[in-house]
């Protein structure tokens, strides 16, 4: 069969998909998609905009996904099989099987049952919960633009409970953070620990969405120190202040998930680096501590989760924050910025944590053009193979890293891996 007639085919699926799902016969189908019943596939088997826009609102899908459909034969046919799925499928059982995918880090999967959660919801809030999910799983792929989405998406959702929507801004939040969009970070956390500050949490939920929010606020604020320098001192002591105060809440929290333990200890580093800047640590304390304290993760098989192996990781990026603001002396510079850069790109490959990946690379490159300066010598810095996919896929997740990244690539040398 040659291209036109396999376009065909896809789409009379679709159409008969449609049919399915509405329980329509021919006749209300075209009604529905503004065509004639004897001439809804034409010969070029390319549909109008129009159709594709029709059979979308038919099929309760996006266009994009519509789209994806008519060009590719497997995504139409992981389409049908949800489809099929929700016939016998609820709710409540696509979710439980999205939570399973997250607690085994099957991310992929978490996706596929979100997406079917949120096609079989009845409710704005059950949507909206489904959207929670989806965020959790684009995430955890470092699709941090697509999480963002999905995050927004719940929002949207009217009216929903308020203990969901608040825990959407919380993830909302993050997104806007992780993809460096700290002004939107800051005023949606921010306006989210104003509310509970009025209204406190009753909830368990409420409660990790509070301390999500202090965690969130105070990172922001510990970004915008190299962001905003000339406010440097302002930012660390409210760096401090909202850290300290997610900490507190991850200690009570720590008592029913051990997730919150990292969180409070990721806290604790954050808090370092901003004490620094405040005078109330000494650079050189503050890098023997974080050094010490990477002696616990020379083995990362011996951790059992990996919420632990990330705060580490963490910690290797407030050294080297540190390290490039107060170290003056380059060779102790270089010395930092290895030990600190090898060991956090340990755990983000360990990880598969993109987000950590780009502070890495951006990290190096830093790194190396102190070097230069200091020697006097243009010279590359060197990667591999899996470097220039690696730094290709954070170009995709983060507009921010792009010119740093194209920076790499068109300087550096290159050999085998």
């Known amino acids: 069969m040659n291209g036109n007639g396999k376009k065909r085919e896809r789409l009379e699926r679709l159409l008969d998909l449609a049919q399915v799902y509405r329980s329509w016969n021919r006749k209300e189908l075209a009604g529905a998609l503004g065509r004639d019943p004897t001439k809804l596939v034409p010969g070029s088997g390319n549909p109008k905009l129009d159709l594709v826009m029709h059979l979308a609102e038919a099929l309760d899908w996006s266009i994009g996904d519509v789209s994806e459909c008519l060009l590719n034969e497997d995504a139409l046919e992981e389409r049908v099989i949800q489809m099929e799925h929700s016939t016998i499928d609820t709710f409540d059982s696509m979710d439980a099987k999205a939570l399973e995918a997250h607690e085994n880090g099957l991310f992929t999967d978490m996706e596929r049952f979100a997406d079917m959660a949120y096609r079989l919801a009845e409710s704005p809030t059950q949507r909206a919960l489904a959207c929670i999910r989806s965020f959790g799983a684009w995430d955890g792929l470092g699709r941090y633009s697509k999480s963002l989405e999905s995050a927004q998406r719940g929002l949207m959702e009217c009216p929903i409970d308020d203990e969901i929507r608040r825990a959407l801004q919380s993830n909302l ?245």
């Not at 005023?187 to 929010?213: M, V």
């Not at 507190?248 to 004490?275: H, K, M, N, S």
């Open 173 to 417: 939040a993050n997104a806007y953070y992780t993809l460096w969009h700290l002004v939107e970070a800051r005023a949606t956390s921010a306006e989210l620990i104003e509310n509970y500050g009025s209204n406190p949490p009753t909830t368990t939920w409420d409660r990790c969405s509070q301390a999500f929010s202090y965690y969130v606020l105070g990172n922001t604020y510990r970004r915008l120190i190299g962001t905003e320098p000339v406010h440097a001192a302002k930012h660390a002591g409210t760096t401090i202040q909202h850290l300290e105060a997610c900490q507190a809440l991850c200690r009570e929290l720590a008592e029913e998930a051990p997730y919150w333990d990292a969180v409070g200890r990721t806290a604790e580093g954050g808090i370092i680096e901003a004490q620094v800047i405040t005078g109330q640590r000494d650079a050189r304390s503050a890098l023997a501590d974080i050094t010490d304290a990477l002696g616990s993760a020379v083995d990362l098989e011996a951790f059992e989760n990996a919420d632990s192996i990330e705060s580490h990781g963490w910690w290797c990026i407030y050294g080297c924050n540190i390290a490039i603001r107060h170290v003056t002396d380059e060779k102790d510079l270089q010395r930092y910025m290895a030990l600190f850069t090898n060991k956090a790109d340990e755990i983000a490959n360990k990880l598969d944590n993109w987000s950590m990946r780009e502070r890495v690379f951006s990290m190096q490159y830093q790194g190396h053009r102190r070097f230069v300066g200091w020697t006097g010598q243009e010279i590359p810095m060197t990667i591999d193979s899996e470097d220039i996919k690696m730094i290709t896929g954070t170009m995709g997740r983060f507009p921010r890293f792009r010119k740093t990244g194209w920076n790499i690539l068109q300087s550096a040398n290159v050999v085998q891996a």
